[in-house]
């Protein structure tokens, strides 16, 4: 192998020389230089992040209390290090404790009881159809002349009587036909008995035939009523001049006849 040719370079200090033949001057004590005016910086470390790996995120345990004492006391590792609290989180991860599941009640509540059948469907008893009687104090009995003008026509439900003009006597004929009418509506406790009363007079003067109506209306109710038929059964409607007279001219009459019997 050829030897590389090594090349020098000498430098020669004319002063240094010419101080080796004479005693050396005194020269000041040179400053301690500070100790870190001289170290070199040192460059900054680089520092790579350990990957951070969470721990899954559990419910916490609840631990019964210690019988003395009444606290928990948490057992340490070895080494006399103590154990971190659980309580579901873990320090620098961030994770966010969660709540304490809520304690069970020491008796459950009773499963709810259902019915084996529905309830019946009430049954509502109707009012009864009977009107009540109030007791009404009963008219005499209406005169009966044997001499009187009347006479006793068969009408559909009921009869119709004749009179006099200017008159409502009965004579023995027309009151046993009024009483006989009663006993048939004693039959029938639902029925009213409807009494319609006529007169004849003069046009210009209804007044006077609806007054002598009404005379003879009310000696009909009389009648019924000493027969046993309460006033509440009877409905008298007092017309006055008929408006069309009968078959045979008379506007004397009334009519009585039961409520059924109405078409």
Do not use: C, W
């Not at 005693?23 to 040192?42: D, L």
């Not at 579901?88 to 304490?100: D, F, L, R, W, Y």
């Amino acid at each position: 192998m050829p030897a590389t040719a090594a090349h020098a370079q000498v430098v020669t200090n004319s002063e240094a020389l010419d101080s080796l033949g004479s005693s050396p001057a005194p020269t000041a004590p040179a400053a301690t230089p500070h100790p870190a005016a001289h170290r070199p910086a040192q460059a900054p470390r680089r520092v790579i992040p350990k990957p951070v790996t969470e721990p899954p995120l559990t419910h916490p345990v609840t631990q019964p209390p210690a019988e003395s004492g009444g606290q928990t006391a948490t057992a340490a590792p070895s080494g006399g290090a103590a154990a971190p609290h659980q309580s579901g989180a873990v320090s620098g991860t961030g994770a966010k404790p969660q709540a304490a599941s809520p304690a069970r009640p020491a008796h459950p509540a009773p499963p709810p009881t259902i019915p084996p059948a529905a309830p019946p469907v009430p049954q509502l008893t109707p009012a009864p159809p009977d009107v009540e009687l109030h007791p009404f104090p009963i008219p005499p009995q209406p005169a009966v002349e044997e001499k009187a003008t009347g006479t006793v026509t068969p009408i559909p439900g009921g009869v119709r009587i004749t009179f006099a003009a200017g008159a409502a006597t009965l004579n023995p004929a027309t009151h046993q036909a009024l009483l006989a009418f009663g006993q048939a509506l004693a039959d029938k406790p639902h029925v009213r008995a409807m009494v319609d009363a006529y007169s004849s007079g003069a046009a210009d003067d209804p007044s006077m035939p609806r007054r002598m109506a009404l005379s003879r209306g009310l000696a009909a109710r009389s009648v019924l009523m000493n027969g046993g038929i309460p006033s509440t059964r009877i409905y008298l409607r007092v017309v006055g001049l008929p408006k069309t007279p009968a078959a045979d001219g008379v506007q004397d009459y009334m009519d009585i006849y039961q409520s059924d019997a109405v078409p």
